[in-house]
Every structure is written in C-alpha cells, then in structure tokens.
C-alpha cells in the first residue's frame, strides 16, 4: 500500500483516548478502520485541523472514523499520495505526474515502503 496523507478539519478536538483508538483501530462494517499517524493542527473559530496518514485507504475511511466519534468533518482534502505532493489541485482537477515523481512512486510500490 501506498501512503496518503490528508487535511482533515473536524468540529471540535479528538480527546487522547480517541486519538489512541484511531491508532489501533476502530472496527466498522466488518472492516478495521485505523490511521497510521494523527497530528493536531491549528484550532480556529471554525474547528481543529488534524494531519492523518493512512497506509490503506478503505471506502470514507476518515468520514466513517469521524463519525464513529460525532465529529462533523467540515473539509478533507488529500495532500499526498505517496510521494507525490498534490498541491494546488482542486478537486476533480489533475496533472501528469512527473518522471521523477514515477520512479519515486515505483520505489514505493516494488519495497512497498514510504519514501520522503
């Protein structure tokens, strides 16, 4: 698997506990939904800011998380696919991943291991 990394603005903060259940795992739909890292962000009028890693993607894998919680997820956005940084993409938009980003992504997908 590929790692992806995403934005998440949610409600209100995750508490410890819930922080830690996300790490393990939450069971869902005969899946386990679980993250590999979570790191809080800014807080702002409109909610906390949360980076999260997965290292497997399952269908609204952080939606259904988020709701496992009652947290209401005001904004997702996917920054990353392995090692390759999305940037300025809107959604639905894309671009033609560059050779050097190819033959990372190729490193990534052979080892199945993260490169930075």
Partial sequence: HVEKIYKLWIDTPLGFHQLAKMKRG???KGE???VLDIDEGRHTRQGVEYT???GEGKNRHIRRMM???DKKVFRLMRISIGPIQ???LKPGEWRRAKPAELKLLRKVIAGNKSVS
Wanted: glycine residues 6%.
């Fill in 26 to 28: 939450i069971p869902n």
């Fill in 32 to 34: 386990t939904l679980r």
């Fill in 52 to 54: 999260i890693t997965l």
């Fill in 67 to 69: 709701e496992h919680f």
């Fill in 86 to 88: 999305l940037g300025d």
